[in-house]
């Protein structure tokens, strides 16, 4: 869209719908279909295709038969999604080892900018910190960590996915 705009920066709002037509057009990643097949059953003629459409790609004209048509690809796109969520998920965790701490475990925690923006003041400061004591387990991402008073958080905070973030100390 940059692209297009950076030509034409006074007549963007008459490009915008070229985009949205060239997008809603466009072939998923992850499901093999456009946007417009999956609300719409069929993807529009363009003037890229001349070739009249095959009967078989034709929406049914009765209104059951093309609510079931509809439905069932929704299926298909839901499947379809559900399989390459799988496969980004295998393959984001192929390396990672699943760990998880019980009560009076002792862990270093990494100071994150987001959880300890007073901890962080340059980024010559240590990442990590540590070793403090796990005091309980809520479930497997949530635990409850005995943290000083001077990190500018309660002394006994709750972190969800600190299992990501915390090592134990062996």
């Known amino acids: 869209m940059r692209a297009l705009i950076k030509a034409n920066s006074k007549v963007w709002d008459l ?62 796109v839901k499947l379809k999604i559900e399989k390459s969520n799988a496969s980004y998920k295998a393959h984001t965790n192929k390396h990672k080892r699943r760990v998880v701490f019980q009560p009076e475990d002792v862990v270093w925690i990494h100071l994150k900018k987001e959880w300890f923006p007073s901890k962080q003041k340059s980024k010559l400061m240590p990442r990590v910190s540590g070793p403090f004591d796990v005091l309980e387990r809520e479930n497997d991402n949530v635990y409850k960590v005995n943290l000083p008073r001077d990190y500018g958080v309660s002394a006994t905070s709750m972190w969800p996915n600190l299992a990501l973030t915390i090592k134990m100390i062996i």
């Open 15 to 76: 490009i915008l719908p070229y985009v949205e037509f060239a997008y809603n057009k466009a072939l998923s990643k992850t499901i093999g279909l456009s946007p417009f097949k999956i609300v719409y059953g069929v993807d529009p003629l363009s003037t890229l295709n001349l070739i009249p459409r095959l009967m078989d790609e034709k929406p049914s004209v009765e209104v059951s038969k093309r609510v079931e048509e509809i439905k069932h690809l929704h299926e298909q």
